[in-house]
């Protein structure tokens, strides 16, 4: 017996229908495996000190780009790769620089259509990837020893964009003076 709602039913079946099996695609893909697959780091220390001294205004940007890196039989593998910069201005040279790359192993239903695969990592495949790169960020960004650089959810997921608009935001003033 099936507990699908009908119109749900029909959604689903619409879908499949005008979408050329891309629903049967993706409800038969598997994530096998997730990895770092390469990363760096820079911080220009005494630009961060001072952005942070003088209440600066600084600009950070998020950038991402997806590739599909080898397909075989039953199986795929994509990378994303994601850079974060913070700068005085929109010309200076960063002050943070963090890069980071993951690279996914995924089965799917045979035979694989590249079409499927390619429209699969240039829209969906953020959703697994950017977490692990927000990680990432902060978690790296904490250990430098400065305020961990938190990537928000609507920066990381606008659709279909490869390249994330620069937000301005104000740095968090520290406050070394005891505790009332």
Do not use: W
């Amino acid at each position: 017996m099936n507990h699908m709602p009908m119109s749900t039913r029909k959604a689903t079946s619409s879908l499949q229908e005008n979408d050329g099996g891309y629903a049967r695609f993706l409800e038969g893909l598997e994530l096998i495996a997730v990895g770092l697959k390469g990363c760096s780091a820079h911080l220009n220390r005494s630009g961060m000190a001072r952005l942070s001294r003088e209440e600066r205004r600084s600009l950070r940007s998020f950038t991402e780009a997806y590739k599909v890196t080898e397909v075989g039989r039953g199986y795929f593998e994509a990378c994303g790769s994601f850079i974060v910069t913070v700068r005085e201005s929109a010309e200076a040279k960063p002050v943070l620089l963090v890069e980071c790359e993951y690279e996914a192993h995924l089965h799917g239903p045979e035979p694989l259509s590249v079409a499927f695969i390619e429209r699969f990592v240039g829209s969906e495949f953020q959703l697994i990837l950017v977490p692990y790169a927000r990680q990432f960020i902060s978690s790296t960004t904490a250990q430098m020893s400065i305020p961990p650089v938190v990537i928000p959810l609507s920066t990381a997921s606008p659709p279909k964009s490869s390249t994330r608009e620069t937000v301005r935001t104000k740095r968090p003033t520290k406050s070394h003076g005891k505790a009332r």
